[in-house]
Protein backbone atom coordinates (compact mmCIF):
# COMPACT_ATOMS: atom_id res chain seq x y z
CA UNK A 1 0.00 0.00 0.00
CA UNK A 2 1.24 3.26 -0.74
CA UNK A 3 2.02 5.42 2.15
CA UNK A 4 4.04 8.76 2.84
CA UNK A 5 7.44 8.78 3.90
CA UNK A 6 9.82 11.69 5.96
CA UNK A 7 13.01 11.77 6.50
CA UNK A 8 15.16 11.80 9.05
CA UNK A 9 13.23 10.60 11.37
CA UNK A 10 15.26 12.58 14.17
CA UNK A 11 16.69 15.92 13.91
CA UNK A 12 18.39 17.41 16.84
CA UNK A 13 20.07 20.92 15.52
CA UNK A 14 21.34 24.17 17.60
CA UNK A 15 19.30 26.97 18.33
CA UNK A 16 19.35 29.31 15.05
CA UNK A 17 20.43 26.57 12.54
CA UNK A 18 18.55 26.06 9.78
CA UNK A 19 16.62 22.47 8.60
CA UNK A 20 15.45 21.26 6.07
CA UNK A 21 12.80 18.18 6.77
CA UNK A 22 11.63 15.96 3.75
CA UNK A 23 8.76 13.93 2.52
CA UNK A 24 7.70 12.14 -0.03
CA UNK A 25 4.30 12.20 -0.72
CA UNK A 26 2.24 9.37 -2.19
CA UNK A 27 2.64 9.39 -5.71
CA UNK A 28 -0.37 10.67 -7.42
CA UNK A 29 -1.11 12.86 -4.88
CA UNK A 30 -1.62 16.47 -5.60
CA UNK A 31 -2.21 18.07 -2.21
CA UNK A 32 0.56 18.41 0.55
CA UNK A 33 0.34 19.53 4.14
CA UNK A 34 2.91 19.99 6.99
CA UNK A 35 1.60 19.84 10.72
CA UNK A 36 3.23 19.46 13.92
CA UNK A 37 2.61 18.38 17.50
CA UNK A 38 4.36 19.95 20.17
CA UNK A 39 5.08 17.03 22.68
CA UNK A 40 1.78 16.06 24.49
CA UNK A 41 -0.34 18.40 22.49
CA UNK A 42 -2.75 18.25 19.58
CA UNK A 43 -2.05 17.77 15.41
CA UNK A 44 -1.33 21.86 14.82
CA UNK A 45 -1.81 22.51 10.99
CA UNK A 46 1.15 24.63 9.52
CA UNK A 47 0.54 24.89 5.57
CA UNK A 48 -0.94 23.45 2.49
CA UNK A 49 0.55 23.58 -0.80
CA UNK A 50 -1.20 22.51 -4.37
CA UNK A 51 0.23 23.32 -7.63
CA UNK A 52 3.82 24.58 -6.82
CA UNK A 53 2.59 26.92 -4.22
CA UNK A 54 1.18 27.78 -0.86
CA UNK A 55 -3.09 27.65 -0.60
CA UNK A 56 -3.26 28.24 2.84
CA UNK A 57 -0.77 28.63 6.05
CA UNK A 58 -1.52 29.17 9.60
CA UNK A 59 -0.31 32.14 12.13
CA UNK A 60 2.43 29.64 12.98
CA UNK A 61 3.89 29.18 9.80
CA UNK A 62 5.66 32.58 9.91
CA UNK A 63 8.72 34.28 7.78
CA UNK A 64 10.77 31.49 9.13
CA UNK A 65 9.56 28.61 7.17
CA UNK A 66 9.07 27.90 3.93
CA UNK A 67 7.76 24.94 2.15
CA UNK A 68 9.23 23.53 -1.57
CA UNK A 69 8.43 20.90 -4.40
CA UNK A 70 12.10 20.81 -5.99
CA UNK A 71 11.22 17.78 -8.12
CA UNK A 72 8.31 15.60 -9.00
CA UNK A 73 8.70 13.31 -5.64
CA UNK A 74 9.72 15.71 -2.59
CA UNK A 75 8.25 18.56 -0.55
CA UNK A 76 10.31 19.77 1.98
CA UNK A 77 9.97 22.19 5.06
CA UNK A 78 12.95 24.66 5.63
CA UNK A 79 12.77 26.51 9.28
CA UNK A 80 15.54 29.19 8.21
CA UNK A 81 16.89 29.97 12.01
CA UNK A 82 15.60 27.40 14.78
CA UNK A 83 14.39 28.46 18.21
CA UNK A 84 13.89 26.41 20.90
CA UNK A 85 10.05 26.47 20.85
CA UNK A 86 9.87 24.70 17.24
CA UNK A 87 10.81 21.34 18.95
CA UNK A 88 7.83 19.25 18.17
CA UNK A 89 6.97 16.41 15.65
CA UNK A 90 6.41 17.75 12.16
CA UNK A 91 4.12 15.29 9.65
CA UNK A 92 4.01 15.33 6.06
CA UNK A 93 0.42 14.81 5.00
CA UNK A 94 -0.85 14.00 1.42
CA UNK A 95 -4.22 13.53 -0.26
CA UNK A 96 -5.16 12.92 -3.94
CA UNK A 97 -7.48 15.09 -6.36
CA UNK A 98 -10.60 13.59 -5.24
CA UNK A 99 -10.62 11.98 -1.86
CA UNK A 100 -11.33 13.49 1.13
CA UNK A 101 -9.00 12.16 3.69
CA UNK A 102 -5.24 12.83 4.20
CA UNK A 103 -2.67 10.33 4.54
CA UNK A 104 0.14 11.19 7.16
CA UNK A 105 3.90 10.02 7.59
CA UNK A 106 5.73 8.85 10.54
CA UNK A 107 7.02 12.62 11.39
CA UNK A 108 10.09 13.57 11.98
CA UNK A 109 10.94 14.41 15.81
CA UNK A 110 12.74 17.71 16.22
CA UNK A 111 14.78 18.85 19.06
CA UNK A 112 15.99 22.41 19.02
CA UNK A 113 19.49 22.88 21.87
CA UNK B 1 -9.62 29.77 14.48
CA UNK B 2 -12.13 26.55 14.85
CA UNK B 3 -11.80 24.76 18.14
CA UNK B 4 -12.46 20.93 18.76
CA UNK B 5 -13.49 19.83 22.19
CA UNK B 6 -12.73 16.30 22.93
CA UNK B 7 -13.70 13.93 25.45
CA UNK B 8 -12.92 12.11 27.77
CA UNK B 9 -9.01 12.99 27.43
CA UNK B 10 -8.00 9.92 29.12
CA UNK B 11 -9.54 6.34 29.60
CA UNK B 12 -8.26 3.58 31.41
CA UNK B 13 -10.74 0.56 30.51
CA UNK B 14 -10.52 -3.29 31.09
CA UNK B 15 -10.12 -5.59 28.28
CA UNK B 16 -12.89 -6.54 26.27
CA UNK B 17 -14.94 -3.27 27.59
CA UNK B 18 -16.79 -0.82 24.99
CA UNK B 19 -15.11 2.63 24.82
CA UNK B 20 -16.71 5.61 23.48
CA UNK B 21 -15.33 9.59 22.89
CA UNK B 22 -16.62 12.36 20.90
CA UNK B 23 -16.18 16.00 19.47
CA UNK B 24 -17.83 19.07 19.56
CA UNK B 25 -17.39 21.81 17.64
CA UNK B 26 -18.94 25.73 17.34
CA UNK B 27 -18.20 25.13 13.68
CA UNK B 28 -19.59 23.40 11.03
CA UNK B 29 -17.02 20.87 9.30
CA UNK B 30 -17.71 18.74 6.02
CA UNK B 31 -16.31 15.92 6.99
CA UNK B 32 -15.01 14.33 10.10
CA UNK B 33 -11.99 11.85 10.68
CA UNK B 34 -11.01 9.59 13.74
CA UNK B 35 -7.35 9.22 13.44
CA UNK B 36 -5.26 6.23 16.12
CA UNK B 37 -1.96 7.74 16.70
CA UNK B 38 1.06 5.64 18.29
CA UNK B 39 3.72 6.93 20.33
CA UNK B 40 6.66 7.95 17.38
CA UNK B 41 4.30 7.71 14.34
CA UNK B 42 2.11 9.23 12.44
CA UNK B 43 -2.03 9.36 13.05
CA UNK B 44 -3.01 6.70 11.01
CA UNK B 45 -6.80 6.81 9.42
CA UNK B 46 -9.53 4.93 11.11
CA UNK B 47 -12.61 5.97 10.15
CA UNK B 48 -13.75 8.95 7.14
CA UNK B 49 -17.31 10.79 7.64
CA UNK B 50 -18.84 12.68 5.00
CA UNK B 51 -22.30 13.21 5.38
CA UNK B 52 -24.63 14.78 8.49
CA UNK B 53 -25.77 11.49 10.11
CA UNK B 54 -23.80 9.24 8.55
CA UNK B 55 -23.00 6.10 10.70
CA UNK B 56 -19.87 3.91 9.37
CA UNK B 57 -18.00 1.04 10.88
CA UNK B 58 -14.42 -0.72 10.41
CA UNK B 59 -14.27 -4.08 12.68
CA UNK B 60 -15.23 -2.99 16.06
CA UNK B 61 -14.87 0.80 15.70
CA UNK B 62 -18.25 2.80 15.03
CA UNK B 63 -18.27 6.74 14.01
CA UNK B 64 -21.15 8.77 13.34
CA UNK B 65 -21.16 12.46 11.96
CA UNK B 66 -23.45 14.71 13.67
CA UNK B 67 -26.98 15.90 12.27
CA UNK B 68 -26.07 19.25 12.88
CA UNK B 69 -22.30 18.68 11.45
CA UNK B 70 -20.37 20.03 14.59
CA UNK B 71 -20.39 16.79 16.71
CA UNK B 72 -19.04 13.51 16.04
CA UNK B 73 -18.21 10.39 18.01
CA UNK B 74 -16.53 6.65 17.81
CA UNK B 75 -17.17 3.99 19.12
CA UNK B 76 -14.66 0.77 20.56
CA UNK B 77 -16.73 -2.42 21.08
CA UNK B 78 -15.08 -5.50 22.59
CA UNK B 79 -11.53 -3.49 23.42
CA UNK B 80 -8.20 -5.55 23.24
CA UNK B 81 -4.71 -4.43 24.20
CA UNK B 82 -3.28 -3.33 20.88
CA UNK B 83 -6.21 -0.47 21.00
CA UNK B 84 -4.12 1.16 23.24
CA UNK B 85 -3.09 4.92 21.35
CA UNK B 86 -4.35 8.29 21.38
CA UNK B 87 -7.31 8.70 19.66
CA UNK B 88 -7.44 12.23 17.19
CA UNK B 89 -10.70 13.47 15.80
CA UNK B 90 -10.40 15.77 12.91
CA UNK B 91 -12.67 17.76 11.05
CA UNK B 92 -12.15 19.29 7.55
CA UNK B 93 -13.05 22.82 6.35
CA UNK B 94 -12.88 24.30 2.98
CA UNK B 95 -12.27 22.29 -0.33
CA UNK B 96 -10.09 21.77 -2.88
CA UNK B 97 -6.39 23.37 -2.17
CA UNK B 98 -8.10 25.18 0.71
CA UNK B 99 -8.62 22.13 2.37
CA UNK B 100 -7.09 21.68 5.85
CA UNK B 101 -7.58 19.46 9.00
CA UNK B 102 -8.42 20.80 12.52
CA UNK B 103 -7.61 18.52 15.03
CA UNK B 104 -9.19 17.54 18.41
CA UNK B 105 -6.61 16.92 21.80
CA UNK B 106 -6.92 13.54 21.76
CA UNK B 107 -8.10 10.80 23.87
CA UNK B 108 -5.50 8.89 25.46
CA UNK B 109 -6.56 4.82 25.64
CA UNK B 110 -5.23 2.65 28.07
CA UNK B 111 -6.48 -0.83 28.14
CA UNK B 112 -6.03 -3.42 30.79
CA UNK B 113 -5.21 -6.78 29.65
Known amino acids: EPEVTQTPSHQVTQMGQEVILRCVPISNHLYFYWYRQILGQKVEFLVS????????KSEIFDDQFSVERPDGSNFTLKIRSTKLEDSAMYFC???????????FGPGTRLLVL | GQQLNQSPQSMFIQEGEDVSMNCTSS?????WLWYKQDPGEGPVLLIA?????ELTSNGRLTAQFGITRKDSFLNISASIPSDVGIYFC?????????????FGKGTLLTVNP
Open chain 2, 90 to 102: AGRSGGGSNYKLT
Open chain 1, 93 to 103: ASRGEIQETQY
Open chain 2, 49 to 53: LYKAG
Open chain 1, 49 to 56: FYNNEISE
Open chain 2, 27 to 31: SIFNT
